[in-house]
């Protein structure tokens, strides 16, 4: 396992400083936000490029997902978000990375007038993420929830549902597991079992049960030796990503004495 760093932390800053930020950093891996303001073109995919090059890292992708609703039962806003996607992964497809992430559509206000309606808008735009993917040989994973969220793929119940209806589709989609995440709710054991073979990327990042606060690697409540253990047990071969937005050096301190004891 690599221990790597998102730039979820830095995404305030200029673009040009997280560069040279991140030529200090201790890590393997690095996931890189697209993201306003740091929302890419060619020249941010060079310096990602050159940083990457210079460093010897193997690289992730996290898709835009503010105000980016899939699922939004408005043709305008879906075909916008759509659109959004696919030029990140044209851009993203250009750095060759092992993983693109995003996230699944939101439930609508008037879904309940609209029954299902949403969760088929959503089931229809990742089978056209999914097409948009095999044309750049891009893998793409979809990120996991805090079950009280108001995204439709939230923990284990939704996934089941999600590649039960994909079929054969969802052969080529992984899941981009969000530790986080899924001790909001205490789904960790349960999802990490059920899904031991979808999981092929994974996201890191602390809090106290309650709130996703986004702290750092053992400044909450997640039994970290607990999920490295079960990571082993699966064979997990990819990247941690820590997305702690606080006590990042930390976070990838601890981290890395997590997977060495």
Request: charged residues 25%; glycine residues 8%; contains cysteine.
């Amino acid at each position: 396992m690599r221990v790597g760093i998102s730039t979820l932390f830095c995404i305030g800053e200029r673009f040009s400083d997280v560069v040279e930020r991140l030529r200090t950093i201790d890590v393997e891996h690095l996931e890189v936000v697209d993201e306003w303001p740091h929302e890419f073109n060619d020249f941010r995919v060079n310096l990602i490029r050159r940083i990457v090059e210079e460093r010897g890292l193997s690289l992730s992708i996290h898709a835009p997902f503010a105000d980016v609703n899939i699922a939004s039962t408005s043709p305008t806003m879906r075909n916008t978000a759509l659109r959004r996607l696919k030029r990140s992964m044209k851009l993203s497809a250009k750095l060759n990375p092992t993983i693109w992430v995003f996230h699944s559509g939101v439930r609508s206000p008037i879904g309940s007038m609209l029954p299902n309606m949403d969760w088929k808008f959503n089931l229809n735009s990742i089978r056209e993420l999914l097409h948009e993917a095999r044309k750049y040989d891009l893998k793409i994973a979809i990120e996991n929830f805090p079950v009280s969220s108001t995204l439709l793929v939230r923990g284990v119940e939704d996934f089941e549902k999600l590649y039960g209806d994909l079929g054969v589709d969802a052969l080529d989609l992984g899941i981009a597991f969000d530790v986080g995440h899924a001790n909001i709710g205490g789904y960790i054991d349960k999802f990490m079992e059920k899904f031991k073979e979808r999981i092929i990327h994974v996201h890191v990042h602390d809090n106290d049960g309650k709130v996703d606060s986004h702290l750092g690697i053992g400044f909450g409540s997640i039994s970290w030796a607990k999920v490295l253990n079960s990571l082993k047990k699966m064979n997990y071969r990819g990247g941690l990503v820590i997305e702690s937005i606080s006590n990042v050096k930390g976070s990838i301190e601890n981290m890395r004495k997590l997977i060495e004891h």
